[in-house]
């Protein structure tokens, strides 16, 4: 485990956390008006690896050979000149961090980092980080990677759950969840059952792989939720009338089942970022999926029957109703698919340059 310290003078920033890889929705914008909850789980943090925040620069600004050495294939909208490595925490776990007034601008609802780092050193006033927690955006603190360095928290440290572990500690991820917003009829906070924004994001990314592993060529997922995530906007998005791809999850605590398969979706450990590979070399593309998005996926929890307490017999259970449905078929974040597939050195292919043009008509479409 580690502490964050400031680089000006050495005062400890944040409690002691452990590092867990950086969640796909990081950066997600997700809906208007949108009260989203925090991004990273107490006691952990994570790495962006790439540049990000300000200040930033248009596509037209930026000469080819330098998108390509930054790993960048396609357009996006802009590039960041922001240094790489910033540090992602709960906003619960930061110390010793005041904020700067005069950098606190936010869309409406909130701060949203724009301006810069809006959080400064209590002790000695260096700007430190940035405050995030605006309407749409996932509530965290970001530490600037120039003006803090890490130290190692003595006798504390964790070893990696094994695949075994994460399978029998079962924490996957609900594709449907409460959906808190402002505006409602007495113009104060309201929520509604909705397709859970992690699942949007995770299905963003897969999906810029699942095009990538098509090869130009009609991708078929297996039956149930896979198919209700995946299968509307690949059939939308690919030719028809050619040889379909065939697409199996794959994973620990499965039976081999991906022979002659094309393409496996397996999961990310969420601890170090490793992708799960099957034991025997194959020539399968490997697409990934955030652990508790693939557990889900693989392993879906029933509407189960829960103890009573109170009044009601020991071992009675009560029969709850299930969840709502969603109002709306599931799509995929646009945003999450651009910022994947962009960075997918096959996004030169010329079909996939145009998908990435046309892609605000394809969210028009409702595909996304």
Request: charged content about 15%; aromatic content about 8%.
């Amino acid at each position: 485990m580690f502490v964050f310290v400031c680089t000006g003078c050495g005062a400890e920033l944040t409690a002691p956390l452990s590092q867990v890889v950086l969640p796909v929705h990081a950066h997600q914008k997700y809906g208007n008006g949108i009260q989203l909850p925090v991004l990273m789980e107490p006691g952990t943090f994570a790495v962006e690896p790439d540049s990000w925040g300000p200040p930033w620069r248009r596509w037209e600004e930026i000469e080819p050979e330098e998108a390509v050495a930054r790993g960048i294939y396609a357009p996006i909208y802009g590039l960041s000149d922001g240094p790489p490595g910033a540090i992602v925490i709960a906003p619960g776990d930061a110390r010793n961090t005041l904020l700067i007034p005069e950098k606190c601008g936010g869309y409406c609802c909130g701060l949203d980092g724009a301006d810069g780092p809006n959080m400064a050193c209590e002790v000695c006033g260096l700007p430190v980080g940035s405050r995030i927690d605006d309407c749409s955006l996932w509530q965290a603190v970001w530490l600037a990677p120039d003006a803090v360095r890490r130290r190692p928290v003595n006798g504390t440290g964790i070893a990696p759950l094994s695949w075994a572990e994460l399978i029998a500690e079962g924490k996957s991820t609900p594709p449907v969840e409460p959906i808190t917003a402002w505006g409602g009829p007495r113009l104060g906070l309201y929520h509604w059952w909705s397709w859970s924004p992690r699942w949007e994001a995770a299905a963003g990314r897969a999906l810029a792989h699942l095009l990538v592993a098509s090869e130009g060529r009609p991708v078929a997922v297996p039956d149930g939720l896979t198919e209700e995530v995946f299968q509307r906007a690949l059939d939308a998005l690919l030719p028809a009338g050619l040889a379909a791809r065939q697409a199996v999850l794959a994973g620990p605590g499965l039976l081999p089942s991906d022979e002659g398969a094309d393409i496996l979706l397996v999961p990310v450990h969420p601890q170090t970022g490793e992708t799960w590979t099957p034991a025997e070399a194959t020539s399968a593309y490997l697409v990934p999926l955030p652990f508790g998005v693939w557990l889900w996926l693989v392993f879906p929890q029933p509407h189960e029957s829960a103890p009573v307490v109170g009044l009601m017999p020991v071992g009675v259970l009560r029969d709850d109703p299930p969840l709502p449905n969603p109002w709306s078929v599931f799509r995929a974040d646009p945003g999450v698919f651009r910022h994947t597939l962009a960075r997918l050195p096959n996004a030169r292919s010329p079909w996939l340059q145009k998908l990435l043009q046309n892609l605000m008509s394809h969210v028009r479409a409702g595909i996304f």
